[in-house]
């Protein structure tokens, strides 16, 4: 155990120092030929490292803090195996199996009762959807662009200073996000929204640097989206990891249209997305690249099949109840996703005992300040906020 774990100094005064060693945990190679995963520990004063979001509550009795600093393969880094392993450590892990294993069983059920539909829609699946997510994938990989290219070739800042731009901030509570989503559509979901807020704050960073930098800003960027290939669950006895599959979707960021109709657009897009077997076809395909063709070619061949992504957006589904490490609890959950080869920034969104937050991850040269990217998404949500409060007073009257 000593091998994978660590004691080390905690860090003081501001989260400076700590956004300083996530960055290094997040560029530094990790050696997978003698370890997957590998931990740092250390323990201070309650709120002294600056792990815990100025906007939730700090208060509590207790007086000091333990920070764990988690790392691992990326084989395991979507939302769902995430999800699972850190499930495992906590104290509640028997009733957090039990849950999916009752999500499974309400799955199958469905499946049973609605056969033949099943079988059609299977065939349709596979077929159809196969064949037009491929044709779709090599137009994205034609004639896409991805903006910051020349954003990152521009910048006199060199990418060995500080290559990372990271921050993690506080969304909202789950019931407030609802309440706007469901007041969209029915059908409008939690990453809907935070696509729609990457896409403003993407909008955002665009501005800025043309104000510096010659570029064109599209009115469509195209986002990659991991997707777990079983259905979001896993059980006991079940292996994790390598299971990831992801699909490239096209989202607007022009400003010729209003916020509320902004989410239904990427409502769709992420839909057209999900109704095709793109992450399967994803994964088979970068599994026969990593097996059966040298290191070189396969990182060029993932770059390409990236279609001039500007970013990668994840979510972990954590728990709804707040969890317990060796009797102690949880108060904070954050996850950073890594970057890709040939993307700019990673955002992951997380749920946490009835709070949503996120994390950015992104090449300093395209995202200087992460703080204020995560900003911009914030400002977004909050303009949601007010027109679905327009929207209803509307329909009242």
Partial sequence: MDDFSSQVRHPRGNCDELQARIESMLISPLNVQEKLWEVM???????????VPLTLDRSSNLE????????????????VSMSSVLGDLTDESDSLHKNALDEKEKFMDVIVKNNVIWICKIVLYYFVGGLWAI??????????????????????????????????RHL??????????????????????????????????????????????PDTVNVVIPVH??????????????????????????????????????????????????????????????????????????????????????NIRGFPSPVHWLGRHVQVLCAFL?????????????????????????DSRAVPDAEQFASWMIEEFNSLKKEVRVKDACSLA
Wanted: charged content about 20%.
């Fill in 64 to 79: 000091r803090e333990t920070l764990i600093l988690f790392r691992v393969h990326h084989a395991i880094c979507d939302g």
């Fill in 135 to 168: 044709v779709l994938q090599f137009w994205r990989m034609m004639f896409s662009i991805n903006p910051f290219d020349d954003i990152i070739k521009q910048s006199q800042s060199s990418c060995n200073s500080r290559p990372r731009s990271i921050c993690w």
């Fill in 41 to 51: 520990l250390s323990s201070g004063k309650y709120g002294s490292c600056g792990a």
């Fill in 338 to 362: 890594p970057l890709p080869p040939g993307i700019p920034i990673g955002i992951m969104i997380m749920s946490y005992a009835g709070n949503v937050s996120f994390s950015v991850n992104a």
């Fill in 229 to 314: 290939l079983d259905k979001g669950l896993i059980h006991t006895g079940n292996e994790i990891g390598n299971k990831i599959g992801a699909f490239v979707t096209s989202i607007p960021i022009d400003k010729t249209r209003s916020k509320l109709l902004r989410v239904t657009t990427v409502s769709k897009k992420l839909n057209e997305g999900k109704i095709t077997p793109a992450p399967k076809i994803a994964w088979m395909i970068a599994k026969f690249l990593s097996d059966y063709t040298p290191k070189s070619f396969a990182k060029v061949a993932m770059i390409k099949a990236n279609a001039q992504s500007v970013v990668v957006i994840s």
């Fill in 172 to 217: 909202g509570s789950m019931n407030e996000i609802k309440a706007v989503t469901k007041a969209i559509s029915q059908r409008t979901t939690l990453n809907d929204l935070a696509v729609t807020l990457v896409s403003a704050a993407i909008r955002m960073q665009l501005e800025v640097h043309s104000k510096t930098k010659k570029i064109v800003i």
